[in-house]
C-alpha cells in the first residue's frame, strides 16, 4: 500500500512544489502588446508610400497639361500661319523726335499688310542704317498679329553745314561726334545749337565717320558749364582755328561767338586758368559801366600769356573800334 501511493503521481491540476513539469503550463499564446511608437513606426511606410504616389500622379498630370497646352499652341500658330494673319497693329515706341508715321513711310511697312512676310531681322538693321537712329528693337507676336519697334535715337548738341553730293547740307552732332541728317527737329531746336567749324569730316564707304574732335569739344562743353555758365547762355558757334605755324604751335584754338562778343578766343591747353581770368574780366567791364546788353564786344583774347586782349567800339565813336591789352 505504501509502495503504490508511492508510485502515484500528483493529481491533475497540482501546484504544489517546486518540480513541475512544463506539461502543467498553460499553452494559451496571445497577441504582444503595441506601444505608441511601435504604431507610428508601422504607420510611416504607409505614408510615404501614399506620398509618392500623389507626388507621381501631381507630375503626371503637369506633364500632361503642358503637352496639351504646347500642342494647343503649335495648333494656333500653323493655323495662323496657313490663314496669313494680317498685321492688325504696328506699335512704335523712341526716346527722340521720330514718328510713327515717319518709320512706316522709311520701312515701307503698314497694317493690313501679310504678317508673315515681315523680316524682322530686315527691319532691325534697316533702322539701324538710319544715321538719326542709334540702335533698334523688333519684335513680332504672331497670336495678337503686332509689331513693336523700339528705336533709341541719337540726340544733338551740335549742328554744321557740309559739302554733300547735291550741294551744301545740314547735319548734326551727337556726343559721340556722329554726325547726321535732320528728321523730326523742331526750327526752334535747330537754331539753339551751336554751329561747330574747322572739324575734319571723312567718309569712308559713303557714310561720315566720327569727329576725332568732338572730345574736345566736349570737354570745352563741360568746363563751361562747371566753371561760367553765366557768361556762355547763348552760344552760337564755336570754331577750331589752328594755330600759326610760324608760332611752332600744335593744336588749335577755340573761336567762339556768343551773345555779348564775336570772337571770344580760347586755348584748350589752359581753359581753366582762362576761364578764371574771362570772369574777373567781365566783371571789370561791368563795373567799369560797359553795358552788354547794348553794346558787343569784337573780340576778347585770352590765348596771350596770363593778359586778356579786349577789342570793342567807343561809345562816343562807334565805328572806330580801339584795342586794350588787359
Keep these: 500500500m505504501a509502495n503504490r501511493r508511492k508510485n502515484q503521481g500528483p493529481k491533475s491540476g497540482y501546484k504544489g512544489g517546486t518540480n513541475r513539469s512544463w506539461k502543467a503550463l498553460s499553452q494559451d499564446v496571445g497577441e504582444a502588446p503595441v506601444t505608441p511608437f511601435a504604431w507610428r513606426k508601422r504607420l510611416i511606410p504607409i505614408f510615404k508610400g501614399l506620398l509618392a504616389c500623389a507626388v507621381f500622379s501631381a507630375v503626371c498630370y503637369g506633364i500632361y497639361s503642358l503637352s496639351g497646352k504646347v500642342d494647343s499652341m503649335q495648333r494656333s500658330v500653323l493655323s495662323g500661319v496657313g490663314n496669313h494673319p494680317e498685321i492688325q497693329e504696328i506699335r512704335f515706341q523712341t526716346d527722340g523726335v521720330l514718328t510713327e508715321s515717319f518709320v512706316k513711310e522709311h520701312l515701307n511697312l503698314y497694317e493690313g499688310a501679310a504678317l508673315v512676310n515681315v523680316d524682322i531681322f530686315d527691319i532691325k538693321q534697316r533702322l539701324e542704317e538710319f544715321e538719326q537712329i542709334r540702335s533698334a528693337t523688333v519684335e513680332r507676336s504672331i497670336a495678337n498679329a503686332f509689331i513693336n519697334i523700339r528705336v533709341l535715337e541719337r540726340h544733338p548738341i551740335f549742328k554744321m553745314v557740309v559739302q554733300g553730293p547735291t550741294g551744301s547740307e545740314l547735319r548734326l552732332v551727337d556726343s559721340d561726334g556722329a554726325s547726321f541728317k535732320a528728321h523730326g527737329f523742331s526750327r526752334n531746336t535747330l537754331l539753339r545749337l551751336p554751329a561747330i567749324g574747322g572739324v575734319a569730316l571723312r567718309s569712308n564707304g559713303g557714310r561720315y565717320q566720327p569727329i576725332e574732335e568732338i572730345i574736345s569739344l566736349n570737354h570745352l562743353q563741360a568746363t563751361i558749364r562747371e566753371m561760367t555758365p553765366r557768361w556762355f547762355s547763348a552760344v552760337s558757334s564755336i570754331v577750331l582755328r589752328q594755330k600759326s605755324s610760324q608760332s611752332g604751335l600744335l593744336g588749335h584754338y577755340f573761336v567762339m561767338r556768343t551773345d555779348w562778343c564775336d570772337e571770344l578766343i580760347?586755348?584748350?591747353?589752359?581753359?581753366?586758368?582762362?576761364?578764371?581770368?574771362?570772369?574777373?574780366?567781365?566783371?571789370?567791364?561791368?563795373?567799369?559801366?560797359?553795358?552788354?546788353?547794348?553794346?558787343?564786344?569784337?573780340?576778347?583774347?585770352?590765348?596771350?600769356?596770363?593778359?586778356?586782349?579786349?577789342?570793342?567800339?567807343?561809345?562816343?565813336?562807334?565805328?572806330?573800334?580801339?584795342?586794350?591789352?588787359?
Design 266 to 326: 580760347l586755348d584748350p591747353e589752359s581753359l581753366e586758368a582762362q576761364l578764371i581770368r574771362l570772369d574777373r574780366l567781365m566783371e571789370e567791364l561791368i563795373a567799369g559801366g560797359v553795358d552788354l546788353g547794348k553794346r558787343r564786344l569784337q573780340v576778347v583774347d585770352l590765348t596771350v600769356d596770363d593778359r586778356a586782349i579786349v577789342r570793342f567800339d567807343l561809345a562816343r565813336t562807334p565805328h572806330r573800334k580801339r584795342e586794350h591789352l588787359l
